[in-house]
């Protein structure tokens, strides 16, 4: 399947730089003056690939992390360019006893929300979201991906209750993003596609701030070749 305009959603500079600067991707006007995200624009053949980074927080001088930015950079980005796809890359942690390995990067068949446990008739599910999301299994084994469970939260350390939420998906990464981004790609009714690449183990024994720091290079750098590739499989020749 092939796509005519793709908005590529990730947070952090150091995430996506490797890819704006293999795809020469040339920056853009903001979405909006009062927005943090920062814009590029490329073309993969007869694709138009639009990037988005979520951008440095303006009081903070961080990058705009966590699921808020990420929701509204994607209903700013659906708005202005009505993309016939969402494709969202970033980093994640993952389960060393669910086979992750650092750098290895994932497709995601499912998306939900690990931190809105709301235990009233009705907001269970809503809380959890379970977002639908776009897959191929033919072009991920291609890619030399596997499936995983994507599960969003706000933090990136992680409470016993976040474990044994974790912990009872087969396969599961943990990242600050995708539930933002698929909630909106629901609701405008676009196809969301996301990959994510580990930089730290859950249960590896190090702490998760001290390992994405360490990992956060070649994890990004991971993740590009498998956008690079992916982007070429679904983009039109
Ligand atoms: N991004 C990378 N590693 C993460 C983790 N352990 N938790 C949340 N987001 C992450």
């Known amino acids: 399947m092939t796509f005519k305009k793709i908005v590529l959603i990730m947070a952090m500079h150091s995430e996506a730089d490797p890819i704006r600067d293999a795809l020469e991707l040339e920056e853009m006007d903001k979405l909006h003056p009062s927005l943090p995200m920062d814009s590029y624009k490329g073309k993969i ?7 988005l980074v979520n951008g440095v927080d303006p009081r903070f001088q961080v990058d705009s992390i966590g699921t808020q930015p990420a929701t509204l ?8 360019w009505q993309p016939d796809l969402i494709l969202n890359a970033g980093t994640c942690g993952a389960f060393k006893s ?17 931190d809105r446990r ?3 008739p009705g907001f269970k599910e809503y809380g959890v979201g379970d977002y639908p999301v776009f897959t191929d299994q033919a072009l991920a084994q291609k890619l030399e991906m596997e ?3 994507i599960s969003s939260g706000n933090s990136l350390d992680m409470c016993d209750t976040d474990y044994q939420i974790l912990d009872q998906e087969e396969r599961v990464v943990k990242e600050m993003e995708a539930a933002g981004i698929a909630y909106v790609a629901e609701l405008m009714q676009v196809p969301y596609l996301g990959i994510k690449s580990v930089t730290d183990l859950v249960d590896g024994g190090m702490l998760a701030q001290d390992e994405f720091l ?3 290079k070649n994890s990004s750098l991971a993740l590009q070749q498998k956008v690079l590739a992916l982007l070429q499989e679904i983009s039109i020749k």
Do not use: D
Not at 45 to 51: N, P, S, W, Y
Not at 73 to 80: K, L, P, S, V, W
């Open 45 to 51: 053949g007869q694709t138009e690939l639009l990037l």
């Open 73 to 80: 950079a994607t209903f700013a980005a659906i708005q202005a």
């Open 98 to 114: 669910k086979g992750a390995e650092i750098a290895k990067v994932y497709w995601g068949n499912k998306v939900i929300h690990h």
């Open 118 to 120: 709301i235990s009233i």
């Open 147 to 149: 499936f995983t469970t």
């Open 214 to 216: 360490l990992h956060l």
